[in-house]
C-alpha cells in the first residue's frame, strides 16, 4: 500500500502483467478531464508552438518507454466512496423527477391544476437539459469533475428546499420553478456515470462501476415509485392532511439532499493521484492546452457509429422517460384506485432494471462483447414492450407486475450499455461530453415521446400510446445492427494496437507519426 496525502493506494497491476514504473511522475489530467495548466500570473498560456507540441509529445513518449511502454497505475481506495456519494445524491435528484407524475392525480387535485400540468413537472427535466447539456459538458471537460458534482448536488439540495415553499394549493408556479431547479442539476448528474468510472476504476471493473452509477439514479426512481404514493395517501376531502403529508416528503428530502451535498464536498476529488488504467493514463500525457472542446464536439458528429447510436440510446431512454411519467395515468385507467400499486409497479420495472444494470456491467467487463449485448438488450426490450402492451387491460394486476418487471430487467438495464459502448467507439474523446450528447438525445426523444403518448392514453387508450413507442423501438434496434464495433478503449487496455492519443474522427487521416503519440505495445 501506499499513502497517498492520507489517502491509501491499492497497487494495480497492469495486464501485462508489468510492475508499476516508480520513476514515472504523476502527470497532470489533460484531454478535458482538467482545465489547462495555468500561467504564474493566472492566465491560460498561448497555444504551443509546432516545435514545443512536437517536443511534448516526444517527452510524453520518452515516459511512455521509461516505464516499459506503460505508465504506473493504481487503484484508489476512496473510488469506492466517490462512487457511493454520487450513487446517493443522484438517487435523490431521481426521487424528485418521479415524485409528482407517480401521484399525478394527487398533485393536479391539491393545486387545482391539469394533469397536462402535473405532466410537465417531469418533462421539465428532459426541457431544461437539452439547452444546457453543452455549458455543462464544456465546465466538466474545463473546470473538472469536482466541481461539475458540487454543483449537481448543491443544486438538488436547493430545489428541494424551495419545493417546502410550495405547500399551499395557489404555489403551482413555485413548485414548477423549484422542479426546474432540480431539473437543472440534473444536468450536471446525468453525464458523469462512465466519467467517474473511468478516472476512478480500473479496466476490469470500469463497465461495473458505470452500471452502478447508473444504478443510483434507477434506484432514485424505484423509491420514487414507492415511497409517495405510502406518504401521500389520496385524500381530496381533507386539503390540510394532504398538505401535511407532502411537507413530509419535502422536508425529508431536503435534508437527505443537503447532507448528500457536504458529503460530496468532503468526499468528491478530481482524480487519484495514479490513474488506474493504461487508457488513462495515456490521456494524462497530452498537453492541456491541445484539447479543443469544440473539435471535441465535431470528431463526436462525424464519428457515424456514434451518431448511430446517440439515436438509438435516445429512442429507447426517451421510452422509458414516457412509460415511467404516464405510467399511474396508464394504470388508473384500466385499474380504477389503484394508485399504490401503480407505484408499486413502477418500483418492479425499476428494480428489476437495476438488476439488469448490474449483470450488463458485470458481463461486459467479463467479456467486453459491446455491441453484441447492446443490439441483444435492445431486442429483449422491443419483445418485452409489446408483451407489456397487449396484457396491461388484461385486469389482472399480478400479469402487468410480470410484464413490468421483464420490460424493466431490459429497457433499464440498457443505460449503463449505451455510456460504455460510446465510451470505446470514441475513445479519447471525453466521456462526459459523449455522455451529456447521449443523454441530450434521451431528453429530446423523452421530450417528444412523453407529448406524444401522454396524447395518445388521453384522447384514445393507453393501447395506442404503447404501440407508438412499440415502432419507434423497432426503429432503434435496426440502427443499432448498423453501429460499426470500434473498442479502442479496450484495445488500448490491452495493448494490443496503436491509437492515435489525439482526438480524431473515425476514418479522417491521422497525422504523421513523427508528431503524434502512440501506445506501443507492451508485446
Not at 487503484?75 to 462512487?83: G, M, P, T
Not at 424528485?96 to 391539491?110: C, G, H, K, M, T
Not at 412509460?323 to 401503480?342: F, P, R
Not at 389482472?396 to 459502448?421: D, N, R, S
Amino acid at each position: 500500500m501506499v499513502e497517498d496525502g492520507g489517502e491509501e493506494e491499492e497497487e494495480g497491476e497492469s495486464e501485462s502483467g508489468e510492475m508499476p514504473a516508480a520513476a514515472v511522475p504523476p502527470l497532470q489530467r489533460c484531454n478535458g478531464f482538467l482545465p489547462g495548466k495555468e500561467a504564474e500570473d493566472g492566465e491560460r498560456p498561448a497555444p504551443a508552438s509546432d516545435g514545443e507540441r512536437a517536443a511534448a509529445e516526444a517527452e510524453a513518449e520518452a515516459m511512455l518507454v521509461a516505464g516499459g511502454g506503460r505508465l504506473e497505475t493504481r487503484l484508489s481506495r476512496r473510488r469506492l466512496a466517490v462512487l457511493a456519494v454520487f450513487s446517493c445524491y443522484s438517487l435523490v435528484n431521481a426521487f424528485q423527477w418521479i415524485q409528482y407524475s407517480i401521484l399525478s392525480n394527487v398533485f393536479a387535485s391539491f393545486y387545482g391544476v391539469s394533469f397536462t400540468q402535473i405532466d410537465w413537472l417531469s418533462i421539465v427535466y428532459m426541457v431544461a437539459y437539452v439547452p444546457l447539456i453543452l455549458p455543462a459538458t464544456w465546465l466538466l471537460d474545463t473546470r473538472g469533475l469536482r466541481l461539475t458534482a458540487l454543483l449537481g448536488a448543491g443544486l438538488n439540495a436547493l430545489g428541494a428546499w424551495l419545493k417546502c415553499a410550495s405547500l399551499a394549493p395557489d404555489r403551482y408556479p413555485i413548485t414548477l420553478a423549484a422542479q426546474t431547479v432540480c431539473a437543472v442539476a440534473q444536468v450536471f448528474i446525468l453525464g458523469l456515470p462512465s466519467r467517474v468510472a473511468s478516472v476512478w476504476f480500473g479496466p476490469t471493473e470500469v463497465s461495473t462501476a458505470c452500471a452502478v452509477a447508473v444504478l443510483g439514479n434507477q434506484l432514485g426512481t424505484a423509491i420514487g415509485f414507492l415511497l409517495p404514493p405510502v406518504l401521500v395517501p389520496n385524500t381530496p376531502d381533507d386539503v390540510n392532511l394532504m398538505a401535511h403529508n407532502i411537507s413530509i416528503m419535502f422536508y425529508g428530502t431536503a435534508i437527505v439532499s443537503t447532507l448528500l451535498f457536504f458529503l460530496t464536498g468532503v468526499v468528491f476529488e478530481e482524480k487519484p493521484k495514479y490513474p488506474p488504467s493504461h487508457s488513462q493514463a495515456v490521456l494524462q500525457t497530452v498537453p492541456p492546452e491541445h484539447y479543443s472542446y469544440k473539435q471535441s464536439i465535431l470528431n463526436l458528429f462525424r464519428n457515424i457509429p456514434f451518431v448511430l447510436l446517440l439515436i438509438s440510446y435516445g429512442i429507447m431512454t426517451g421510452a422509458f422517460y414516457s412509460v415511467s411519467t404516464l405510467l399511474n395515468q396508464m394504470i388508473v385507467t384500466h385499474y380504477k384506485g389503484e394508485e399504490v400499486n401503480a407505484g408499486r409497479i413502477g418500483l418492479t420495472l425499476v428494480v428489476a432494471g437495476m438488476v439488469g444494470s448490474i449483470i450488463c456491467g458485470l458481463w461486459l467487463d467479463y467479456t467486453k462483447t459491446y455491441k453484441q449485448t447492446t443490439l441483444i438488450v435492445y431486442i429483449l426490450s422491443f419483445i418485452g414492450m409489446l408483451v407489456f402492451t397487449f396484457t396491461l387491460d388484461l385486469e389482472y394486476l399480478i400479469v402487468v407486475f410480470v410484464t413490468g418487471g421483464v420490460l424493466g430487467f431490459f429497457m433499464t438495464g440498457y443505460l449503463p450499455l449505451g455510456f460504455e459502448f460510446a465510451v470505446e467507439i470514441t475513445y479519447p474523446e471525453s466521456e462526459g461530453t459523449s455522455s451529456g450528447l447521449l443523454n441530450a438525445s434521451a431528453q429530446i426523444f423523452g421530450i417528444v415521446f412523453t407529448l406524444v403518448q401522454g396524447k395518445l392514453t388521453t384522447d384514445y387508450r393507453p393501447l395506442a400510446g404503447n404501440l407508438f413507442l412499440c415502432a419507434w423501438i423497432f426503429v432503434g434496434i435496426i440502427l443499432t445492427a448498423l453501429i460499426k464495433s470500434d473498442l479502442r478503449r479496450h484495445n488500448v487496455n490491452s495493448g494490443i494496437m496503436n491509437l492515435d492519443v489525439k482526438a480524431v474522427p473515425v476514418d479522417s487521416p491521422t497525422e504523421p507519426e513523427s508528431t503524434t503519440l502512440k501506445i506501443q505495445s507492451a508485446l
